[in-house]
């Protein structure tokens, strides 16, 4: 797989996108997030809320065992980084404050690419069809 220069940064180096700058920021369609590098299913738009903090962000993973966490203390902060599991690509991390109590999975939109809820059978992931409401 061919990744832009942003791309790579983010999953390969740990960087962090500019808040604001990534595509999926104010992106609002239905469908699938998968790791840019691996492909591995993410997330889903159902999940997906506007946090205002300038990164997409969701409430929960469409499936726990394809992400992984690790305690960061880069920056002299500490949060709990996330990671696709199968590609171990840098996503971003998760906090305790997203909405209704729930989690806040704030992700770079350069580790992700979308796949149109039209196209997940025809882009061989239709059966995550059934997670959507």
């Not at 691996?38 to 809320?49: N, R, W």
């Not at 300038?54 to 394809?66: I, L, Q």
């Not at 996503?91 to 992700?112: Q, T, W």
Request: proline share 5%.
């Amino acid at each position: 797989m061919n990744l832009t220069p942003i791309e790579f940064d983010v999953t390969q180096k740990n960087a962090t996108e500019k808040p604001f700058s990534g595509k999926y920021n104010d992106f609002n369609k239905k469908g699938l997030y998968v790791d840019v590098v691996g492909g591995e299913p993410l997330f889903i738009s159902d999940d997906k809320f506007d946090s205002k903090c300038g990164w997409p962000s969701f409430t929960k993973p469409v499936n726990d065992s394809h992400i992984q966490k690790l305690n960061d203390t880069s920056h002299g902060m500490k949060r709990i980084e996330v990671r696709s599991k199968k590609a171990n690509s840098h996503l971003g991390h998760v906090f305790d404050d997203g909405p209704r109590g729930e989690k806040r999975y704030c992700i770079n939109s350069a580790s992700m690419r979308f796949i149109p809820y039209d196209k997940l059978e025809e882009m061989g992931y239709g059966r995550y069809v059934k997670y959507f409401k």
